[in-house]
């Protein structure tokens, strides 16, 4: 067994700590850009406002939360460079895409301009509000091309630029810092997908809109995500119900039928991130990557997708000809105890052209999660 104090992952105090804070694993969870494992102290949050619920009642308790909860909105508009009244809690990404887009109310046939390997599910969305998806340029991996995005937007527009930041099918990381600058001198706003992104990369880029979940990389409860919208975009925004007097109007996008207690979880995991220091999280988790990416290139004949230092955990490997990669994911998980996920081509119509398996260990991970996986593929 390999040592975990493995001088390839720097900040191993960080990765016993985020181990330590955590249930035992029941295998080796290398999936967090599906969901991440969440912490002792999350899941006990939880559990205490639900049962809060049960003993005062559910909106007396959520009352008595309400301080709690807005010192979550402060400290995730701090993540995406904004402030507590810029922040609302969905359910979701898509809910928070969804709520965005009910609100902004463009005309039918706008114009967004995003990514060719963009989510089918945020395609899907687009254009279920008559909007026109159109593709940024990129290079050959698939990173969009800054200069190209620059022409684009002097020659042509568009109504916005949609970016998601990480891809749920590859670990690239887009250069938003970059295109977010352009947008802004275009007068042209920037929606930034930082489902992948939030908890792991850096996410105050200057964008418009930031929108996010929970149960990644913050590894808070499923069921709860954030929309992050800055005041002159949300003063454009026009909720389906008027927010109360006297609240900030992005409290009108969340619902008040929510699962509060998974609110609470959330603010907790996040309240973790932070104490863990988000610029040592991101060094670590780039770390991992590089690490699980050398381990598993070639191996078994997979081959990785990114190139070896792309500072994400995110890895994905193409199979070699005629393996199954669903039967693939399920044998690792029921023969060797290890999670990963099985991306089909559908997931990025766009950019895909035939089916990966995802790894993305969190924190916690060792070399020695990523050589049992090398020897198991």
């Given at each position: 067994?390999?040592?975990p104090q493995d001088d390839r992952l720097p900040h191993e105090?960080?990765?016993?700590?985020?181990?330590?804070?955590?249930?035992?694993?029941?295998?080796?969870?290398?999936?967090?850009?599906?969901?991440?494992?969440?912490?002792?102290?999350?899941?006990?949050?939880?559990?205490?406002?639900?049962?809060?619920?049960?003993?005062?009642?559910?909106?007396?308790?959520?009352?008595?939360?309400?301080?709690?909860?807005?010192?979550?909105?402060?400290?995730?508009?701090?993540?995406?460079?904004?402030?507590?009244?810029?922040?609302?809690?969905?359910?979701?990404?898509?809910?928070?895409?969804?709520?965005?887009?009910?609100?902004?109310?463009?005309?039918?046939?706008?114009?967004?301009?995003?990514?060719?390997?963009?989510?089918?599910?945020?395609?899907?969305?687009?254009?279920?509000?008559?909007?026109?998806?159109?593709?940024?340029?990129?290079?050959?991996?698939?990173?969009?091309?800054?200069?190209g995005v620059e022409r684009l937007l002097a020659a042509d527009?568009?109504?916005?630029?949609?970016?998601?930041?990480?891809?749920?099918?590859?670990?690239?990381?887009?250069?938003?810092?970059?295109?977010?600058?352009?947008?802004?001198?275009?007068?042209?706003?920037?929606?930034?997908?930082?489902?992948?992104?939030?908890?792991?990369?850096?996410?105050?880029?200057?964008?418009?809109?930031?929108?996010?979940?929970?149960?990644?990389?913050?590894?808070?409860?499923?069921?709860?995500?954030?929309?992050?919208?800055?005041?002159?975009?949300?003063?454009?925004?026009?909720?389906?119900?008027?927010?109360?007097?006297?609240?900030?109007?992005?409290?009108?996008?969340?619902?008040?039928?929510?699962?509060?207690?998974?609110?609470?979880?959330?603010?907790?995991?996040?309240?973790?991130?932070?104490?863990?220091?988000?610029?040592?999280?991101?060094?670590?988790?780039?770390?991992?990557?590089?690490?699980?990416?050398?381990?598993?290139?070639?191996?078994?004949?997979?081959?990785?997708?990114?190139?070896?230092?792309?500072?994400?955990?995110?890895?994905?490997?193409?199979?070699?000809?005629?393996?199954?990669?669903?039967?693939?994911?399920?044998?690792?998980?029921?023969?060797?105890?290890?999670?990963?996920?099985?991306?089909?081509?559908?997931?990025?119509?766009?950019?895909?052209?035939?089916?990966?398996?995802?790894?993305?260990?969190?924190?916690?991970?060792?070399?020695?999660?990523?050589?049992?996986?090398?020897?198991?593929?």
């Amino acid at each position: 067994m390999t040592d975990p104090q493995d001088d390839r992952l720097p900040h191993e105090d960080l990765g016993a700590s985020w181990r330590k804070a955590r249930p035992r694993p029941a295998g080796r969870h290398l999936d967090s850009a599906a969901c991440s494992r969440q912490s002792h102290r999350a899941l006990e949050a939880a559990a205490h406002h639900a049962r809060h619920e049960a003993e005062l009642g559910g909106y007396v308790a959520e009352a008595a939360s309400d301080d709690l909860l807005q010192q979550g909105r402060s400290v995730i508009g701090g993540l995406a460079g904004m402030a507590a009244a810029d922040v609302a809690f969905v359910e979701s990404a898509q809910a928070a895409l969804i709520a965005l887009l009910t609100g902004w109310r463009l005309p039918a046939g706008s114009r967004v301009a995003c990514l060719p390997g963009e989510y089918a599910p945020n395609i899907a969305q687009l254009r279920t509000y008559g909007l026109r998806p159109e593709p940024l340029p990129v290079d050959g991996l698939g990173r969009a091309d800054v200069a190209g995005v620059e022409r684009l937007l002097a020659a042509d527009p568009p109504s916005f630029v949609h970016l998601t930041h990480i891809p749920s099918h590859r670990g690239l990381l887009q250069p938003a810092a970059e295109i977010a600058a352009l947008c802004r001198a275009a007068g042209v706003p920037l929606v930034l997908d930082a489902a992948q992104s939030m908890g792991h990369a850096d996410t105050d880029l200057g964008a418009d809109v930031v929108y996010g979940t929970s149960r990644k990389w913050l590894a808070g409860p499923r069921g709860v995500g954030v929309l992050c919208v800055r005041p002159a975009l949300a003063a454009q925004l026009t909720p389906v119900l008027p927010e109360p007097e006297g609240v900030p109007p992005m409290r009108a996008f969340e619902s008040g039928e929510a699962h509060v207690a998974g609110r609470v979880g959330l603010v907790v995991a996040v309240g973790e991130h932070l104490a863990a220091g988000p610029h040592l999280v991101r060094e670590r988790l780039g770390a991992i990557g590089r690490a699980t990416r050398e381990l598993l290139d070639g191996v078994g004949g997979w081959r990785v997708m990114e190139p070896v230092d792309e500072p994400t955990a995110t890895t994905t490997l193409a199979p070699p000809e005629g393996v199954d990669v669903v039967g693939t994911r399920t044998r690792l998980l029921t023969e060797h105890g290890i999670v990963v996920s099985a991306i089909g081509p559908e997931r990025a119509p766009g950019e895909m052209t035939g089916p990966v398996l995802r790894v993305s260990p969190h924190l916690d991970a060792t070399i020695d999660d990523l050589e049992a996986l090398a020897a198991a593929l």
